[in-house]
């Protein structure tokens, strides 16, 4: 079965510095990997994803994130953090082939920004 | 289009009450999705449906019942309400096919409470 994990429940970065969230995936064949945001009180919107093109995948709001097969992982960054950053970041992932399964989400990171 | 629309935004039930949550999608989307978030937890998938007339359980099923008889619409039940069911519902949809990075679309959220 599919599976993510996130390290880190809570990152905390000033504005200005450099976001690091951290993504891995279990799948022995490469997935869809998609990551979402959620501000405050609202649902999930699509940050960016990966379906196979370029390794190295650009986002909305300056975020993007590389995806290393030999690490299994899809970290998302942000090369300088911004007040309205502040949110809770998901990792999802589906695999490939069949249309029937699901997308299963990491736990979330939720990031603070000081200013 | 509206996207993914959902009824009510809140709702505080009884224990033992039902209710019906309401999902709709004008995309034409064949794959639909419940999801209940908990603080710690991520979105947990309760349904999904690949199409009207069929629907399959997932992470979390039990205490749910779902029907798809159109495309657009997917409601949810709860059959009788549990302390334990106070979470923020999610409903999402999917573009599937071909070519299709099956990335999802979700709806802004229920809010139920349980007492």
């Known amino acids: 079965a599919q599976s993510v994990t996130q390290l880190g429940s809570h990152v905390s970065v000033s504005e200005g510095a450099l976001v690091l969230l951290r993504c891995n995936y279990s799948?022995?064949?490469?997935?869809?990997l998609f990551w979402y945001v959620q501000y405050p009180n609202q649902g999930l919107q699509l940050l960016l994803k990966y379906t196979s093109a370029a390794t190295l995948v650009k986002g909305i709001n300056g975020f993007e994130a590389e995806f290393k097969k030999s690490e299994t992982s899809f970290h998302l960054t942000k090369p300088s953090a911004h007040m309205s950053d502040a949110a809770e970041y998901f990792c999802a992932v589906r695999a490939r082939g069949s249309g029937n399964t699901p997308l299963v989400f990491g736990k979330g990171t939720r990031l603070s920004v000081i200013a | 289009n509206a996207g993914v629309t959902q009824t009510p935004k809140f709702q505080v039930l009884k224990t033992g009450q039902s209710m019906t949550l309401q999902c709709a999608q004008d995309m034409n989307h064949e794959y639909m999705s419940w999801y209940r978030q908990d603080p710690g937890m991520g979105l947990r998938l309760i349904h999904y449906?690949?199409?009207?007339?069929?629907?399959d359980q997932g992470e979390v099923p039990n205490g749910y019942n779902v029907s798809r008889s159109t495309t657009e619409d997917f409601p949810l039940r709860l059959l009788s309400a549990a302390p334990s069911q106070t979470s923020v519902y999610f409903c999402a949809s999917t573009l599937r096919g071909p070519g299709a990075s099956y990335e999802q679309y979700f709806g802004p959220g229920t809010r139920l409470t349980v007492t």
């Open positions: 449906s690949v199409g009207a007339g069929i629907t």
């Open positions: 799948s022995s064949v490469p997935p869809y």
